[in-house]
Each structure stands twice: as structure tokens, then as C-alpha cells.
């Protein structure tokens, strides 16, 4: 069984605009939507179709393992104030791929901590092959995730339906396979290790983060998130909460985390209270972008004991 991975890449690079992309972006939930032409759903391919299939069997076993809670953690998952800052520090400031002689190899290495300056605003888009029954769904979970993410960060993060500068695309095998030169408008600069990961994305890489600091900053202005269309509703669901979470700045995994969506052992698949307080702890207005593992520990350490009543 190959683990739930996700390909999570800092990108130095342009600004980034959605510019003559053939997708469909719909309105938020309480909108009215624009008026548009209505697109077919496209038929999806017989590599994409039996891609599903794969997908829907390994979520029915994972469940049937126990893996990809929903319930947040509880009882049986207690973590101290020094698990929380440990983990912190791992996941925060440390980046989990290298791009090493144009590829993209997974092997840690220690990062600034990244954080949103910027308002983050969240777009969907949504391939021709995704039901409008999908599209609906997906967009009325965003939302209400964006919500829950605002209030834990303190941070302006909302779903937008145009004009956004957090783009999630959900598409099947074939669409994201011909978005190359779609995702280079996206994002200009884009390094080709990162543009060929994405585009022959492994099948044991179910989803992807990439954001971009035009300033050199350690302060996000876009990122590009990719869920594959092909993903039952569950796994779905958890390459959203992984994605636009890890996107927020949160780029790395830990073995050691639990309860916890940043460890690759799939036990959790929904955001969970120990990640709020992750969340919680990056917005904290006392760490700052481009703060490194040694000027952030101290801060962090004081944190976390005040969030879990505990010592570090």
C-alpha cells in the first residue's frame, strides 16, 4: 500500500494570473452565480477511469484499517506542550522535497518559517470532467474550511470566485497531464523539477502545494494547489484540508506528529485539533516570516505551553 503524499514546493517566482484556462469556477455558496455558457461534462478517459477505481479501493481500505479519521483526535491521541512545539518546528521549518539536479527528490531540509502577509483568498476550479454535483460539494466544503481556517488564524482566508491568489485545481489525469503550459502562465517561473512532478504526477502522489514568494520574503503571494478529479469523496476531502492547510505554510510531514493530517501514516485524514493548534501557533503574531529553527524555538516553546496549560 503506498502512502498518502503530497508534493509541497516553494517556488520563487512572478506573479501569478489564471489567464485563458478552460475551466469552470463556481460561485460561492450564498452567491448568485454569473452567468455562463453550460459546458458538457466530458467523458473521462479509460486511464483516468480506471485511476478512480484504484482511488475508491484504496480509500475502502484504509477504512477498513481504521486510517483516515475524521474525528479530530481524543483520548486516545494526547500530545504535551513539548510534542506540540517539536512538532511544530518540524513541520513549520523544514521543507520536505529538495529540487536536486532537476528533480524533485523527497529529503528534508531546513527552511525559513513562511507565512501570509496577504489576505488568502481561495478559487476553485474545476475541470470539464467533474460532475456539477462535485463541483457543488467541493465548493460548499472550501468554504466552510476557509471559515474554520480564518477563525484559528486570525488571518483573512476566504473562498473567492474570481480574482483569487490560492488556486485549487481539481482535475482528472488527462486535464492536468495537457496543463503545462496552462500552469506556466499560472505561475512564471516555475522550475521544470516542480512543472514535470506535477504533470506526470506518480499514482502514490495523490495531491500538490506549490506557492510562490516573489519577494524572497518568506511571505506567500499565490500558490496552485492539485487535487486529482479521479478521488472518492473522503480522499477528496483530505487532499483539501492537507493542501490548502500545508499551503498556508505548513509545508513539511512528521513521523512523531499525531494526532495530525502532516504525517504520512494516513491515521488522520481530516484537520484535526493538534493542527489548529499548529495553525494557531504559525499566525501567532509573536513569530515572524524568515524567522530560522533557532530564532523561532524559544517563542515557539512559550506557545505551546500556553495553548496546552503544560511545560515544554
Known amino acids: ?4 503524499r503530497t508534493l509541497t514546493a516553494i517556488a520563487l517566482a512572478g506573479a501569478a494570473l489564471l489567464a485563458g484556462c478552460e475551466l469552470v469556477a463556481p460561485a460561492p455558496p450564498g452567491t448568485a452565480p454569473a452567468p455562463r455558457p ?3 461534462v466530458t467523458d473521462p478517459s479509460a486511464a483516468s477511469k480506471a485511476l478512480a477505481v484504484y482511488y475508491k479501493s484504496v480509500q475502502r481500505g484504509l477504512l477498513t484499517r481504521g486510517l483516515l479519521r475524521t474525528d479530530g483526535g481524543g483520548p486516545d491521541t494526547p500530545f504535551s506542550a ?14 520536505e ?5 532537476g528533480r524533485l527528490v523527497a529529503r528534508e531540509r531546513a527552511a525559513r518559517l513562511h507565512r501570509w502577509t496577504k489576505p488568502v483568498r ?27 481556517l480564518a477563525r484559528i488564524t486570525g488571518h483573512p482566508i476566504s473562498l473567492s470566485q474570481a480574482g483569487g491568489n490560492f488556486h485549487i485545481l481539481v482535475l482528472n489525469e488527462d486535464e492536468r497531464r495537457a496543463f503545462g503550459p496552462e500552469l ?30 516573489t519577494g524572497n520574503n518568506s511571505t506567500p503571494d499565490q500558490a496552485v494547489a492539485v487535487i486529482r478529479a479521479e478521488h472518492p469523496t473522503l480522499l477528496r476531502t483530505a487532499c ?30 481530516l ?27 524559544p517563542i515557539v516553546n512559550q506557545i505551546a505551553a500556553e495553548l496546552t496549560g503544560g511545560a515544554v
Open 122 to 148: 481561495l478559487t476553485l476550479r474545476f475541470g470539464r470532467a467533474t460532475s456539477e454535483d462535485i463541483r457543488n460539494r467541493d465548493t460548499t466544503q472550501t468554504a466552510r474550511y476557509a471559515a474554520r
Open 271 to 297: 484537520l484535526t485539533t493538534h493542527d489548529e493548534l499548529l495553525l494557531k501557533m504559525l499566525y501567532d503574531p509573536r513569530l515572524t516570516p524568515g524567522m530560522s529553527e533557532a530564532e523561532a524555538r
Open 38 to 40: 453550460t459546458a458538457p
Open 240 to 269: 483539501l484540508h492537507e493542501e490548502i492547510a500545508q499551503g498556508l505554510g505548513l509545508p513539511n510531514d512528521s513521523p512523531r506528529a499525531r494526532p495530525s493530517i502532516f504525517n504520512d501514516d494516513e491515521e488522520f485524514g
Open 1 to 4: 500500500m503506498k502512502q498518502l
Open 184 to 213: 506556466k502562465r499560472l505561475v512564471p517561473g516555475i522550475s521544470a523539477a516542480s512543472l514535470n512532478h506535477l504533470i506526470n504526477m506518480p499514482r502514490d502522489t495523490y495531491c500538490a502545494v506549490f506557492t510562490t514568494d
Open 97 to 101: 522535497y529538495q529540487d536536486i539536479g
Open 82 to 95: 513539548r510534542d506540540l512545539s517539536q512538532n511544530f518546528l518540524r513541520i513549520a521549518l523544514f521543507q
